[in-house]
């Protein structure tokens, strides 16, 4: 064993940390198996070509030992060589050779098919769009499924949310006769029409900007059927809040900032209106023109969002030279313009 060891570079010597270096190099080389043979030769060959090839350079020996190294040198290179080699050795596969076609084989010429122009990615139609294309545009509108529990009066139900918590809602940009602690002309009719249309089916909840208003109920556009967009004729179909203007049960009540539908409401109650439909049929709320330049103050505050201040200011300020000249007023901006615009009794003359 030991006359073995004197022919493998980092033994020869017999030092401890030659040998170590060694066996580091060699376990080394067995682990080039993983990456092939022929990697594996080259790296067991090196130690050996090199130790060999400085003997017979540096120390010039004679006789043995010159004889050793030399056929050393040859068989390492050799080795070296080889490993090289086994990577190349292997050829790609050749694609086997069709047989021979005589003339009295080959088909008949075909006529040539048109050219098939590629759509560009432009240009190209999805007739079924993937499952998740459609969630997504589903989703455009973020809502809460709810369930409705309770329904107080024609503009504010109790709803519970699928993780159980229960919240009051009221319904933005409406609003309803009451019902509750006084009546007012058509306000049990429009919350029996709440009743029937709402109580306890499963509605989808979407939030405006403000979240809450000062009583602590959440503030909702109440959808029934989950919206795929927020196009008037969706908002028109699946809505409540619009059903319940379209069907005159209520009144446009606008409170910025959460005034995402309000165009769309200006023109389904001025559709009510003119169709007299519900409320808008009985002369408690049948439209009496006011004009505000020569209006007592008892008519003026009988337009919407003009309580007994905004009346006394307007007063002082008329004459006006048409209704947009009321954001002059304090508290009156584009969406309580809007509103008494849409409401149809103020006029200017």
């Given at each position: 064993?030991?006359?073995?060891?004197?022919?493998?570079?980092?033994?020869?010597s017999?030092?401890?940390w030659?040998?170590?270096?060694?066996?580091?190099?060699?376990?080394?080389?067995?682990?080039?198996?993983?990456?092939g043979?022929?990697?594996?030769?080259?790296?067991?060959?090196?130690p050996?070509?090199?130790?060999s090839?400085?003997?017979?350079?540096?120390?010039?020996?004679?006789?043995?030992?010159?004889?050793?190294a030399?056929i050393?040198?040859?068989l390492?290179l050799?080795?070296a060589?080889?490993?090289?080699?086994?990577?190349?050795?292997?050829?790609e596969p050749?694609?086997?050779?069709?047989?021979?076609?005589?003339?009295?084989?080959?088909?008949?010429?075909e006529?040539?098919?048109?050219a098939?122009?590629?759509?560009?990615?432009?240009?190209?139609?999805?007739?079924?769009?993937?499952?998740?294309?459609?969630?997504?545009?589903?989703?455009?509108?973020?809502?809460?499924?709810?369930?409705?529990?309770r329904?107080?009066?024609?503009?504010?139900?109790?709803?519970?949310?699928?993780d159980?918590?229960e919240?009051?809602?009221?319904?933005?940009?409406?609003?309803?006769?009451?019902?509750?602690?006084?009546?007012?002309?058509?306000?049990?009719?429009?919350?029996a029409f709440?009743?029937?249309?709402?109580?306890?089916k499963i509605?989808?909840?979407?939030?405006?900007?403000?979240e809450?208003?000062?009583f602590?109920?959440?503030?909702a556009?109440?959808?029934?059927?989950?919206?795929?967009?927020?196009?008037?004729?969706?908002?028109?179909?699946?809505?409540?809040?619009?059903?319940?203007?379209?069907?005159?049960?209520?009144?446009?009540?606008?409170?910025?900032?959460?005034?995402?539908?309000v165009?769309?409401?200006?023109?389904?109650?001025?559709?009510?209106?003119e169709?007299?439909?519900?409320?808008?049929?009985?002369?408690?709320?049948?439209?009496?023109?006011?004009n505000?330049?020569?209006?007592?103050?008892?008519?003026?505050?009988?337009?919407?969002?003009?309580?007994?201040?905004?009346?006394?200011?307007?007063?002082?300020?008329?004459?006006?030279?048409?209704?947009?000249?009321?954001?002059?007023?304090?508290?009156?901006?584009?969406?309580?313009?809007?509103?008494?615009?849409?409401?149809?009794?103020?006029?200017?003359?």
């Open positions: 064993m030991k006359r073995l060891l004197q022919y493998i570079p980092g033994f020869r017999g030092m401890v030659k040998k170590i270096v060694a066996i580091f190099y060699f376990g080394f080389s067995l682990l080039m198996l993983a990456v043979f022929g990697a594996f030769l080259f790296f067991l060959s090196v050996f070509l090199v130790f090839f400085l003997e017979l350079i540096l120390r010039n020996k004679k006789g043995f030992f010159v004889k050793r030399s050393m040198f040859v390492s050799a080795l060589i080889t490993g090289l080699s086994i990577p190349l050795a292997i050829q050749q694609e086997p050779e069709q047989p021979a076609i005589t003339e009295a084989e080959k088909p008949e010429p006529d040539p098919a048109p098939v122009v590629q759509p560009t990615p432009a240009q190209q139609v999805v007739k079924d769009p993937p499952k998740a294309v459609v969630e997504a545009v589903e989703s455009l509108i973020k809502v809460e499924k709810a369930t409705v529990a329904v107080i009066d024609g503009d504010t139900i109790e709803v519970r949310l699928y159980g918590t919240e009051r809602v009221r319904m933005i940009g409406v609003d309803t006769p009451e019902s509750t602690r006084e009546v007012e002309p058509f306000g049990k009719e429009s919350a709440t009743q029937e249309k709402l109580d306890g509605v989808y909840l979407e939030i405006d900007t403000t809450r208003d000062r602590g109920r959440l503030l556009y109440i959808w029934l059927f989950q919206p795929a967009n927020d196009k008037e004729s969706e908002v028109r179909a699946k809505m409540f809040n619009a059903q319940l203007l379209l069907s005159g049960h209520a009144q446009i009540m606008t409170i910025p900032p959460n005034i995402k539908y165009d769309y409401f200006t023109k389904f109650q001025t559709e009510a209106r169709g007299s439909k519900g409320l808008w049929a009985i002369t408690a709320y049948a439209p009496v023109r006011v505000i330049n020569t209006a007592s103050l008892e008519e003026l505050i009988k337009i919407i969002h003009i309580e007994e201040e905004r009346a006394k200011e307007i007063i002082e300020l008329r004459p006006f030279a048409s209704l947009d000249d009321l954001d002059k007023v304090s508290g009156i901006g584009p969406a309580r313009l809007r509103d008494i615009k849409a409401e149809g009794i103020a006029y200017v003359q």
